[in-house]
């Protein structure tokens, strides 16, 4: 029997991922049907519980459902917990297991795909919200040089910073104002301004020579992407991200790791 997985999101009819997932699984020969399933706002667990009885056997989880997905889990991967937020859901055995992705898919894509090591190097993350906290503390297990959080609000970076304790590299914290005559060697948008077409207050000397700027937000050129290559930065955005975590998903689900470039080369020239 054909098994099931779908996104669940809110809103969910732009995501990517079933193109993805139905390409990861005609690649690797896999007997899978996945789907988009909007959940209404109050009614997430409701929506998985449903796809659970119905057979479904795992789920990847977006906006704004990943810290529910994190509570709703009866275990938890390491990473997950540190992240408090699930963007992958496994049935096993009747029990919901939670994952979370985004970190590993982001470091794969910097290290593998756009070819810049992470080690040594001195990295700025911009933001300190759930998207920031879901790629901390895969990007620390790479032994960059350092990590500064910087956000517009600084306190919340400083609880970002706080909730890193015992790890063998410490994070610093500051606000976007403390970032002046400072640079970094790969620089990450991870708030969410790049959504809302909106710019930072950030020094243009953050970027240092041959700084990788990283933009989480795919499918277009945001103001962030505009400053950094005037600057002189290599640009990315986050697409590659997105293929990367979801062949994390893909693995653990299937037990097999599916080759990301043609999928991304394939989504690129679709116009993704
Ligand atoms: P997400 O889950 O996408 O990270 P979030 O948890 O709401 O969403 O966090 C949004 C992040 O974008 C925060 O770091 C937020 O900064 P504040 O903590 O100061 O709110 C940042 N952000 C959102 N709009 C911003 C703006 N106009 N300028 C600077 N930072 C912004």
């Known amino acids: 029997m054909t098994d099931r997985y779908a996104v669940i999101g809110h809103p ?3 995501s990517l991922s079933p193109r993805i997932h139905t390409r990861f699984a005609r690649q690797t020969g896999q007997d899978l049907r996945y789907e988009a399933i909007l959940a209404p706002l109050e009614g997430f667990s409701t929506t998985v519980r449903a796809f659970v009885d119905s057979g479904g056997r795992g789920m990847n989880v977006t906006v704004p459902f990943k810290e529910q997905a994190c509570r709703l889990a009866s275990r938890l991967s390491e990473r997950a917990r540190l992240a408090g937020a699930a963007n992958t859901l496994m049935v096993d055995a009747e029990q919901i297991v ?7 898919g982001l470091v794969r894509d910097i ?5 810049h090591g992470i080690a040594g190097q001195r990295i700025l993350v911009l ?3 759930g998207a920031a906290r879901g790629v901390v503390h895969p990007l620390l297990e790479q032994r960059p040089h350092s990590l500064v959080i910087a956000n517009r609000t600084a306190e919340r970076a400083q609880l970002l910073v706080a909730a890193c304790a015992g ?3 410490a994070p610093t914290s500051c ?7 400072r640079s970094f060697d790969i620089v990450i948008n991870a708030t969410s301004v790049g959504l ?3 710019a930072l207050e950030i020094p243009v000397g953050i970027f240092a020579k041959g700084c990788l700027a990283y933009e989480m937000v795919y499918g277009k050129n945001t103001p962030f992407m505009h400053l950094a290559r005037n600057a002189g930065a290599t640009v990315s955005d986050g697409l590659g991200m997105l293929v990367e975590q979801a062949a994390e998903a893909f693995l653990l ?15 690129r020239s679709e116009g993704a």
């Open 127 to 129: 933001g300190a919200g």
């Open 98 to 104: 939670g994952d979370n992705t985004d970190g590993i």
């Open 12 to 14: 969910v009819a732009h």
């Open 196 to 198: 809302a077409d909106t």
């Open 175 to 181: 606000g976007f104002g403390d970032l002046a005559g």
């Open 111 to 115: 290290v593998n795909n756009l070819a």
């Open 253 to 267: 689900w299937r037990g097999i790791r599916p080759e990301t470039a043609p999928v991304l080369g394939e989504l």
């Open 167 to 169: 790890l063998p590299l």
